[in-house]
């Protein structure tokens, strides 16, 4: 079955490391996102696209990077990670070019130390 | 701008109906609604659009007003399955298709 996962699921960080958060969809969709959820402020976008060698930065983009070289992936980078980036990360996808449902990973629990 | 959702939370006995408001300060193309419960991903549950378009799930309603950015979504004789936090995300007009910004969600509880 088409599916969309990410890794890890739970990951412990220094202040100032660079980590990498990894997100794979089966689907073929041509968008996928990036949000982070915090108490009290539901979910936020950081990174979306929509196809290959597309990105487009959310409305909390500062301290992350994405890149997308295949229609699969969409890696999600804190180039320095900070403890304000404390959080849990979902992954998303949706197909075609214009409004559709969007399909959410399992999501990612980021702890900075 | 973040839409505003209320109530911040509900308490419902099986089989009693609830609705949960989504209101949005800007001019919206469409209004989608999710479910999540902890510890696990949001799932998909309805997609409203300017011009009365709908997609979702049979059993799940809502509206959408598009003169005055709201949405409600409908839950009808509740079951115990329906709690969870629910939230509405918004799409404005004129912005990147996809590009949502949710609320801050609505808690909801079901007792047997």
């Known amino acids: 079955d088409a599916e969309i996962t990410q890794s890890p699921r739970h990951k412990i960080t220094e202040t100032g490391r660079q980590v990498t958060l990894a997100c794979h969809q089966t689907w073929n969709h041509n968008n996928m996102f990036w949000y982070r959820q915090d108490l009290g402020h539901g979910l936020r976008l950081i990174h979306y696209s929509y196809g290959v060698q597309d990105t487009n930065k959310g409305e909390v983009s500062d301290g992350y990077s994405v890149s997308r070289s295949n229609t699969e992936d ?3 980078t804190l180039e320095s990670a900070a403890s304000s980036q404390t959080s849990v990360y979902f992954c998303a996808s949706s197909p075609g070019l214009k409004t559709y449902e969007q399909y959410f990973g399992p999501g990612t629990r980021l702890t900075v130390t | 701008q973040q ?3 209320s109530p911040q939370a509900v308490i419902l006995r ?3 109906d609830a ?3 989504c209101s949005s300060s800007k001019a919206l ?3 989608h609604w999710y479910r999540q419960k902890h510890g696990e991903a949001p799932v998909f549950l309805m997609i409203l659009l300017k011009g009365g378009e709908q997609k979702g799930h049979e059993k799940i309603s809502a509206s959408f007003n598009e003169k005055k950015q709201q949405s409600s ?3 009808t004789a509740s079951q115990l399955s329906y709690s969870g ?3 509405c995300g918004t799409e404005r007009r004129g912005t990147s298709y996809g ?3 949710f609320g801050q969600g609505t808690i909801l509880t079901v007792h047997p």
């Open chain 1, 74 to 76: 969409l890696p999600l």
């Open chain 2, 3 to 5: 839409p505003v959702q």
């Open chain 2, 14 to 16: 099986e089989g009693e």
């Open chain 2, 19 to 21: 609705v949960i408001n």
């Open chain 2, 29 to 31: 193309y469409s209004v």
């Open chain 2, 73 to 75: 979504l409908y839950l």
């Open chain 2, 85 to 87: 936090t629910y939230f």
């Open chain 2, 99 to 101: 590009k949502l910004t």
